[in-house]
């Protein structure tokens, strides 16, 4: 239903197949028309083989790595696979690395959770919000037999977060769901949607027959109010952490929102050496930010204050090189241009697939450009 509101709302599916692909899992889209409740809306389907192995997350994490996607829908996926891989092993008792995915290891679920991520990447979304998601009644089939309604694994992701609890006797938010919302959130749910201009609209249906709501989700995608002009930085000093506890907080603060996230050496009172955690953010995600970096890092208080900055026009386009395609990034002041930048997921990938040095292919994409 996410891909299918974010398609609706603008993200070609097209484009979202084709980088679905380099994933190199079989699977093919089908997309119909639907109307809920006098609302049109897509419904977006997952057809596969039937899949027998099953996953871990190191096996997702290779397989989202490899394929060459855009670094923040890279970034995004591993964050709502490794939030999926904790809740499962809470629940059964093992460690993350040691959880062997069944349901949400499908082909279905990798390609809803990337395309999503792809999806929102191609509509350049910076931020995600959403409300507090609607738990379900009963029970549900699973590959360990029948699981109370909303399962185990949905109510380990949402701990911590707000929910509502609703009538419906079916599983409204599944564990896919529930760790996609909350790793581009934050786990910070909340009725009230920041201002903003919306853009576009999209509606993605569900095909079970609510009682008491239409089964549908709605993306609305727009500019918030201080999408440009101040923002806040946010820095902790933490000296009791490691470095793969710090380097997830930092992806972490990226995928949730986070202008930039980045670690700096310091030395602390009797010469200890630590590091300082700072996140850029926009101003109506300090207090989620900062409450999800002292969640990560276990720090007891988060600085902030505010910064200025200016801000270059941006675009992209897409150069043609003999083998294959590649994004660049383009800066200009006052209508001129004065920086231009490969993609760099782009340049890698292609790198890759010709043999080529990476040096290669960016001076390849220059000339390019430059004849443009």
Known sequence: MTLAALTAAGAPLE????????LNVPFVLRVENAEVSGARALRVTVEHPEQHAHRTFADIRRLVESAGLPERATRRSVATFRLLAGAEGAVHGRPPEEVAFHEVGAVDSIVDVVGSCVA?????????????????SGTVASAHGPLPVPGPATLEIVKGSRIRWT?????????????LMASL????????????????????????????????????????????????????????????????????????????????????????GAYKLCALVKSNYRERLARLLMRETGTLGVRHHRVGRMI???RVVEIELPYGNCRVKIGSLDGEDFVA????????RLAGEAGLPLPRVYSDVRDAYESW
């Open 15 to 22: 484009e979202v197949s084709r980088q679905l692909e380099t």
């Open 120 to 136: 929102l990447e191609l509509l350049d979304v910076d931020t995600v919000s959403c409300g507090p998601l609607p738990m379900g």
């Open 167 to 179: 009538e419906e006797p079916i599983e409204t938010t599944t564990p896919t769901g529930a760790a």
């Open 185 to 272: 959130t934050g786990g910070e749910f909340t009725e009230a949607a920041p201002p903003m201009t919306p853009r576009a609209i999209g509606y993605g249906a569900g095909r079970a027959t609510l009682r008491h709501a239409p089964n549908l989700l709605r993306a609305v995608v727009g500019e918030l109010e201080d999408e440009v002009g101040d923002v806040e930085l946010l820095e902790a000093n933490v000296d009791d952490a490691p470095g793969e506890i710090l380097g997830a907080a930092v992806e972490k603060l990226l995928s949730s929102g986070a202008l930039d996230a980045w670690l700096e050496p310091i030395v602390m009172k009797k010469g200890r």
């Open 312 to 314: 270059a026009e941006r």
């Open 341 to 348: 930048a490969p993609e760099y997921s782009d340049a890698a």
